[in-house]
């Protein structure tokens, strides 16, 4: 088992940035790919953004490219989500993610795991 726990969500003005923050516990974290999907009212759960278990790949969601920066570090148990230029479409609940296979991350099933979200909303 792994036991995620999001911090840093908040409401930002569009053009803003916040830093979300997930620390890990349980089945060892460096086992682990992590990431971040995000859900907005009324849509399914998308993925935004991952980062293998030495930090040598990642991926990110077309529309948070160039905006987003994801991180992790493996001695602090923690990854990490940078969000700059925030948009309003971006508000959403956003969800830290742990799963053993990288390439599969971006697949929802039983063998993700989840935190229990936090609340980033962008105003215009």
């Known amino acids: 088992q792994v036991q995620l726990v999001e911090s840093g969500g908040g409401l930002v003005q569009a053009g803003g940035s916040l830093r979300l923050s997930c620390a890990a516990s349980g089945r060892t974290f460096t086992r682990n790919a992590m990431g971040w999907f995000r859900q907005a009212p009324g849509k399914g759960r998308e993925f935004v953004t991952k980062i293998s278990v030495g930090r040598t790949m990642t991926s990110y969601a077309d529309s948070v490219k160039g905006r987003f920066t994801v991180s992790r570090d493996n001695a602090k148990n923690t990854v990490y989500l940078q969000m700059d230029n925030l948009k309003p479409e971006d508000t959403a609940v956003y969800y830290c993610?742990?799963?053993?296979?990288?390439?599969?991350?971006?697949?929802?099933?039983?063998?993700?795991?989840w935190g229990q979200g936090t609340q980033v909303t962008v105003s215009s």
């Open positions: 993610a742990a799963k053993e296979s990288y390439s599969g991350f971006n697949d929802i099933d039983a063998t993700t795991y």
